[in-house]
Structures are given as C-alpha cells and as structure tokens.
T-cell receptor, first 118, second 115 residues
Framework: ETGVTQTPRHLVMGMTNKKSLKCEQH?????MYWYKQSAKKPLELMFV???????ENNSVPSRFSPECPNSSHLFLHLHTLQPEDSALYLC?????????????????FGEGSRLTVL | AQKVTQAQTEISVVEKEDVTLDCVYE???????LFWYKQPPSGELVFLIR??????QNEISGRYSWNFQKSTSSFNFTITASQVVDSAVYFC????????????FGTGTRLTVIP
C-alpha cells in the first residue's frame, strides 16, 4: 500500500474512445503529478498540480486533459488517443511543489495505469 | 540542461553477489537533489534515498549503500548480498532547486537476481 491509488490498473481503448484515469492520494499531500512511462525512455513529466492549480504542462497534446478537483484527487481524461500513447501512466504526490522552501522533492507513486490504445 | 545517465540497461547477478548500479548526472545548478527509486513488477516507484548536493557523505542502509562523488558527478548504488526480492528496475533521478517542480529521471537499470 503506497498511499497513492490509481484506477484502473489496466485499460484498453480504441482511438475514438473517451476514458479517464483516476488517482487518489491518502497522504495529505498538496502536489500531484502525472508521468508517462514508455518502454526504454525516461519517465516523462506530463502535468503538475499544486493546491489544485495546474503549475506545469509539459507540452502535452490536448488529447490528454487533466483535472484536479481537490488536493487528493487527480484525473487524466483521454480522448482520440493514438497507438503511440500506449504506456504506463503513473500518478505521484508530494508534500509541496514548485520549488518552495523546504520541499525536498520526494515523490510517492501509485502503481500506474497500463494503457493500450488499439 | 539537466540530464541523468544510467548506462547499464540490464544487469543479472546470482543471489548473494554484490552489485553496483551506476548513475551519472549533469547540471549547472549548485543546489540539487539526487534520488534513487525502485520499481518492482507491481509498477509503483518506491523512494529509496535522497541526497542533497552539499552532503557528499556516503550512506548505508542495511544491504544498500550509496556513493555520491561530486568530482565525477556520480551517485552510484550498491546492493550487498543481493536477494531475489531485489529484482526490479532502479531509477536514478535529479531535481534542481530552482524552476519548475520536476525530477529528471534516468532510463533505469533492470536488475535480475538469479536464485
């Protein structure tokens, strides 16, 4: 039990489908993140939210739409994806974000959502 | 620009052998943090250690030890007397103090411990 829960763990979708990934953290953190992990590539930061406000969008295509209704929940809405979007999507949280004093940067990760786009 | 290099893509060792995972980083910042994470087959990345740029003291935690050398920009990780449960992908990461909140990850080293 990592304190960060992601659902679903596995998702298969067609290119015309709309689906969402959900992340919930039980650690009392106020920063949440989406990362993409593709085979043989470094983890790619997608989005960062601090206190529910998006503070980082790492040039992510608009077919990925994040939503952060509160500090404990983070969604990634998926629409008209491409096969190359197939990857492990990891959610993470940390105590603070944005380089604030005292933020030493440990992230706590969920187990990921394995996405396959057909 | 920041960069983390883990040159070893895959390593296999026999149980009880010692193994060292290499990590070389690049940054022009003088204040930064280095991390190691473990990713078991279940998928989540498990935080192992954080080291700040002003603390070059090596650290030992049980069978794990870390060697931080600023002169060579390296932060290597050694597992002593490896066990099958150590089989995982290990990621080294760098975070700078200024700018956006981000960790720069290496591509990871897959360690397989053979019983």
């Amino acid at each position: 039990e990592t304190g960060v829960t992601q659902t679903p763990r596995h998702l298969v979708m067609g290119m015309t489908n709309k689906k969402s990934l959900k992340c919930e953290q039980h650690l009392g953190h106020n920063a949440m993140y989406w990362y993409k992990q593709s085979a043989k590539k470094p983890l790619e930061l997608m989005f960062v939210y601090n206190f529910k406000e998006q503070t980082e969008n790492n040039s992510v295509p608009s077919r990925f739409s994040p939503e952060c209704p509160n500090s404990s929940h983070l969604f990634l809405h998926l629409h008209t994806l491409q096969p190359e979007d197939s990857a492990l999507y990891l959610c993470a949280s940390s105590q603070r974000g944005g380089g604030l004093a005292g933020d030493t940067g440990e992230l706590f990760f969920g187990e990921g959502s394995r996405l396959t786009v057909l | 620009a920041q960069k983390v290099t883990q040159a070893q893509t895959e390593i296999s060792v026999v149980e009880k052998e010692d193994v060292t995972l290499d990590c070389v980083y690049e940054t022009r910042d003088t204040t930064y943090y280095l991390f190691w994470y473990k990713q078991p087959p279940s998928g989540e990345l498990v935080f192992l250690i954080r080291r700040n740029s002003f603390d070059e003291q090596n650290e030992i935690s049980g069978r794990y030890s870390w060697n931080f050398q600023k002169s060579t920009s390296s932060f290597n990780f050694t597992i002593t007397a490896s066990q099958v449960v150590d089989s995982a992908v290990y990621f080294c990461a760098l975070r700078i103090k200024t700018g956006a909140n981000n960790l720069f990850f290496g591509t990871g080293t897959r360690l397989t411990v053979i019983p």
